[in-house]
């Protein structure tokens, strides 16, 4: 008999609903009430599935935090696959990922505010989210090195100091943006790119030395074809 692959079978399938569903409606009731004024019951009655239910997926109300950051990682997943296959630029595959990181929680202010503080109320779940975090770095490491190799990223820097930068770049964007009444994520999340790509980009290289490369999205990004030639001396020698 032929192996039927790695699809998921009805009965997976349907736990990983069920567990959507409890995330889904945690996150809505957290941006709604806060983190700390909703309980279990509240969940449940919102996802209609019982106690026992949610306890069978999470331990706690804190663990239910946890899908949000297997979400997240799967999301710089996608960008190290967009990185590897080379067809667009690490400038736009970096800048593409901070938007999609900061789109979960960044969902609304008050969303913002209330993950901010469930992340740091339970040493299990801080741990878990600590431990994600240094995988993402990983990720983010190999992409800024690819970055290097190409030409893009200054070479003079450490890939995972550059990686470190980017978290704390999305992390203090999304906090700060919480705090305030301007609620156009997006608009700070650019300016915060803005910043960390101006220290992170290769301006030893000139635009004479980069070509055009088409991108899946139909504009275009720089790859080097060459290295600089030196330059011949014009003047005799004395």
Known sequence: MEKRGKHPGR???RRL???????RAAMQLFAERGFF???TEDITEAADVG?????????????????????????VMQARHEAAEGMISIQEVLNRLMHRIAQEPGKSQALTRSLMAAFLSNDEVRKFVRDTMARGRESLGEMIKQGQERGEIRPD??????AMAFQRNVIGTLLLWAMQSDNDLDA???RTFRDFWAAAENRAVSTEQLALVPKRNGRSGPRIIEKPKAKESRGKSQ
Not at 51 to 75: A, C, M, R, S, W
Not at 157 to 162: E, I, T
């Open 188 to 190: 700070w999340l650019e």
């Open 51 to 75: 106690q026992g239910t949610f306890f069978n997926y999470f331990p706690t109300k804190q663990h239910v935090l946890t899908v949000l950051t297997e979400k997240q990682i799967e999301k």
């Open 157 to 162: 820097s450490k890939p995972a100091d550059l």
């Open 17 to 23: 609903e069920t567990r959507e569903k409890i995330f």
């Open 37 to 39: 004024q909703t309980t």
């Open 11 to 13: 009965r997976e399938r």
